[in-house]
């Protein structure tokens, strides 16, 4: 990725910065000069993102960690502020997803989605606020078309993300004072993804996503990561409590079609 943005001496702290989308918003971050900090579940994906990103010349720092655990997170937001000082900007983008109807779900499937995407989006922000630049600090949460599009096979995903926006929304109000901004960005289908290949398991579902989507394509990590940058540029230094849609014009456009087609895909 070249630099469009430049954020050299800029903090930045990726909660599921480890791979996919996340990663990849690593990434941009660290080509435009920022010092970035990553953290997952997964000590072997903490460790090969750390080794990537200092490879792209960011002073990287990262984190073995689940955000379910709120005291975990919150030390591990205490050491890094005693490491590398206070973060200028925050995303948080841990998240867990599968397909299943309701009906053959279980209460502690549905609750571990919640748990990871609402609880877990509430655990970073609140703990991460007292090491927030203030006035400054840019947070964005990692939110999905499932928040606002009704999917089958998604009712987990739907209320865990619309409860990020709506959290979104009112740390808006609640931090704005502050001079912190907070916004969700809300990708579409995206190509090379976890995600992607968990909802898409084949040609035939990938296809449909596809037609659905105005531009006729997958969007690409590359294209979150500038969205990511953008809205913590000074660009964007009047945006805030906003969800933004980086889908193509999908979420207007034919989401509930793709996801109808997958739900009979699936049988």
């Known amino acids: 990725m070249s630099a469009t943005f430049e954020f050299t ?23 435009a000069g920022a010092g970035v900090a990553v ?27 689940d955000v ?4 975990v997170v919150s030390d591990a937001l205490a050491q890094h502020a005693a490491d590398a000082g206070d973060i200028d900007i925050l ?9 299943a109807l309701a009906n053959d779900m279980s209460a502690n499937a549905f609750k571990s989605v919640v748990d990871i995407d609402l609880l877990g989006s509430f655990h970073v922000l609140r703990s991460a606020f007292q090491y927030l ?52 960005i809300s990708p579409g289908p995206i190509a090379d993804t976890e995600g992607m ?8 579902i990938a296809a449909q996503y596809k037609k659905s989507v105005p531009l006729q394509r997958f969007g690409t990590v590359d294209e ?20 933004l849609p980086v889908d193509g014009g999908w979420s207007v456009a034919g989401a509930s079609a793709a996801a109808l087609a997958m739900a009979q895909q699936h049988g």
């Open 9 to 31: 001496n800029k903090r930045v702290f990726i909660f599921g910065g480890t791979s996919g989308i996340n990663l990849g918003i690593a990434r941009g971050f660290a080509t």
């Open 39 to 65: 953290a997952s579940r997964s000590q072997e994906k903490v460790d090969a993102a750390v080794t990537e990103l200092r490879e792209l010349g960011s002073d990287t720092r990262g984190y073995a960690l």
């Open 68 to 71: 379910r655990d709120v005291e």
């Open 91 to 99: 995303v948080s983008g841990a998240a867990g997803n599968f397909p």
């Open 133 to 184: 630049t203030k006035p400054g600090a840019s947070v964005i949460n990692i939110s999905a078309p499932q928040a606002f599009v009704p999917m089958p096979m998604q009712s987990h995903v739907c209320a865990a993300k619309a409860g990020v926006d709506m959290l979104t929304r009112t740390l808006a109000l609640e931090w704005g004072p502050y001079g912190i901004r907070i916004n969700s």
């Open 197 to 204: 290949r968990r909802l898409a398991p084949n040609e035939a």
């Open 224 to 243: 979150i990561a500038k969205a990511a940058m953008f809205l913590s540029s000074d660009a964007a230094q009047y945006v805030s409590g906003v969800v």
